[in-house]
């Protein structure tokens, strides 16, 4: 079991940034792969970025594509999303999540975070 807990979530103007991060307990990240996900209210749950613990490969959605970061720390057992240039349209409440295969797919993650509101203000 993976109990995942997020952080650094909050209020900020639009074109500032913010850094979450994700910790896991139970087991490390090993052989997994982290994503970040976030949901706006009457919106589905949208993939953000992602990263495989082992080698450390990204994937990020389009949307945030030179403005978010994710990247992993072997040490901590985190994963953090650096997220900067941040506009209206990014509040939601962003999701930490670990699977055995990397998906753009929520349903592919198994262990989930109980989630960090990130609110932007224009």
């Known amino acids: 079991q993976v109990q995942l807990v997020e952080s650094g979530g909050g209020l900020v103007q639009a074109g500032g940034s913010l850094r979450l991060s994700c910790a896991a307990s139970?087991?490390?990240?090993?052989?997994?792969?982290v994503g970040w996900f976030r949901q706006a209210p009457g919106k589905e749950r949208e993939f953000v970025a992602s990263?495989?613990?082992?080698?450390?490969?990204?994937v990020s959605a389009d949307s945030v594509k030179g403005r978010f970061t994710i990247s992993r720390y072997v040490a901590k057992n985190t994963v953090d999303l650096q997220m900067n240039s941040l506009k209206p349209e990014d509040t939601a409440v962003y999701y930490c999540?670990?699977?055995?295969?990397?998906?753009?797919?929520?349903?592919?993650?198994?262990?989930w975070g109980q989630g960090t509101q990130v609110t932007v203000s224009s």
């Open positions: 139970g087991r490390t990240f090993s052989n997994l792969t």
């Open positions: 990263i495989t613990w082992s080698g450390g490969s990204t």
């Open positions: 999540t670990a699977g055995r295969y990397g998906s753009r797919s929520w349903d592919a993650y198994i262990y």
